[in-house]
């Protein structure tokens, strides 16, 4: 891992995922987060200020990259919130089958290397009545946009950690065994390759 990917990238995402339109769709979702949490790619923990505590017994945070696990520990210390931070990469979550009611994700699975691995063990560790909530941003159905996005894909990957901008969200959390008991989507504001986004709430099917 060089320089950039280890300590300017971290700071650039924080300051990226923090826009009003991103936060407002953070919000939409966490809240209804409840019971044993798991947070896939915490990040710098900008959905911390979002949970209902009230209806959280434990919150476990997985992110494979130090750097933000720091600046997310601080966040939750700052809010005085009790997080488990797990440093290992989505592919492989250290938790027990069926342990886990929700399992929260919010613009990670575009950036996950093997996604479909990932979906796989968020679905294992999901208790049978456990609820896997979600605000991703992913391949657009207008097809000039879906062709810029398969074009800007590999160069915007190299600047943004591995992100990619063409993924089908929904298709990829169904095909992991998962029921999606609701949907919406939409454009944010912002260059159409970058800003469309799906929302919503699944279960294990």
């Known amino acids: 891992m ?9 700071k650039l995402l924080d300051f990226a995922m923090r826009q009003k339109p991103i936060m407002m769709q953070r919000q939409k979702v966490v809240p209804q987060a409840h019971g044993r949490v798991l947070e896939i790619g915490i990040g710098s923990g900008l959905n911390l200020g979002f949970y209902d ?16 696990r720091r600046i997310a520990r601080e966040r939750a210390r700052q809010m005085g919130m009790d997080v488990e931070f797990l ?13 886990v009611d929700t399992v929260v994700t919010t613009y990670t699975l575009c950036t ?47 600047l943004a950690g591995g992100c990619h901008l063409n993924r089908a969200i929904a298709d990829l959390i169904q095909n992991a065994g998962f029921r999606i008991d609701s949907l919406d989507t939409m454009y944010l504001p912002g260059p159409r390759p ?3 986004t799906f929302w919503g709430r699944a279960s294990r099917g």
Do not use: C, N
């Not at 060089?2 to 990238?9: F, K, N, W």
């Not at 896997?132 to 810029?148: I, L, N």
């Open 2 to 10: 060089g320089l950039y990917d280890r300590y300017v990238l971290p």
């Open 53 to 68: 505590r009230a209806r959280v017994a434990k919150l476990w945070g997985l992110d494979p990259s130090e750097e933000l």
């Open 87 to 99: 440093g290992l990469p989505s592919e492989q979550i250290p938790l027990a089958d069926a342990s």
């Open 112 to 158: 996950i290397p093997d996604v479909a691995r990932a979906l796989g063990e968020m679905r294992r560790v999901l208790a049978p009545d456990g609820v896997m909530v979600f605000s991703e941003h992913g391949r657009a159905p207008d097809a000039s946009v879906a062709r810029w996005q398969d074009r800007l894909d590999g160069v915007w990957g190299r």
């Open 194 to 196: 970058f800003t469309y």
